[in-house]
């Protein structure tokens, strides 16, 4: 006669295990939603027709996978389409990014192109710890990271933005969720 052993958890520990874990979760979820970068973006008015506001110099759409210019509040240049990181290699959300460099012929350090050189990074802007910048590149597949945009619309976006700028990266469905905007 052979004995089997049960070592599921019984009920009551499974269901305390699940509310904890719950608990610790929405208790993260609210710290990061009340940061003061987060308070300050909530504050602002939204740039007609974008998910950004009005202090930002340049927005990105992470959901829509769109990117706009600003000059006080304004639109100047977009929506235009920008290829985003991809599973594993999101570009992260910032409500105030700022640009810290800007280089015409950037090479990248950590990828390499089909040749096994450098991956050329041309028209970068620099706006996010880990290297993460505006540049050109394809707009049809996921980035690494950063935000590709067409060759015409990485210059445009070189010459505008200028060190300091602030730039804003977001989900416009999660900040039409909070808002109760209509989508960009």
Known sequence: MSTTRNTRLPRPAILV?????AIALIGVGTALASTPAAQAFR????VPGTPCTVTARA???????????FDAGKVVN???PVATGGPG???????SLRVYRKEQLHH??????????PAPMPWSVFFQDGGIAF???RTDTPSAGCVRLTKDHAVAWFNHLQIGDQVQ????????????????
């Open 78 to 80: 977009g929506p235009v």
């Open 43 to 46: 504050d602002q008015p939204l």
């Open 108 to 117: 990248s350090g950590e990828y390499t192109a089909t040749n096994g050189e």
């Open 59 to 69: 927005c990105v759409d992470l959901d829509s996978k769109q990117s706009w210019l």
């Open 135 to 137: 540049h050109e590149g």
């Open 169 to 184: 990266v977001v989900s416009g469905k999660q900040v039409q969720a909070e808002r109760g905007a209509p989508p960009a």
């Open 89 to 95: 290699k999101e570009t992260p959300i910032g409500h």
């Open 17 to 21: 295990a699940l509310v904890t874990a």
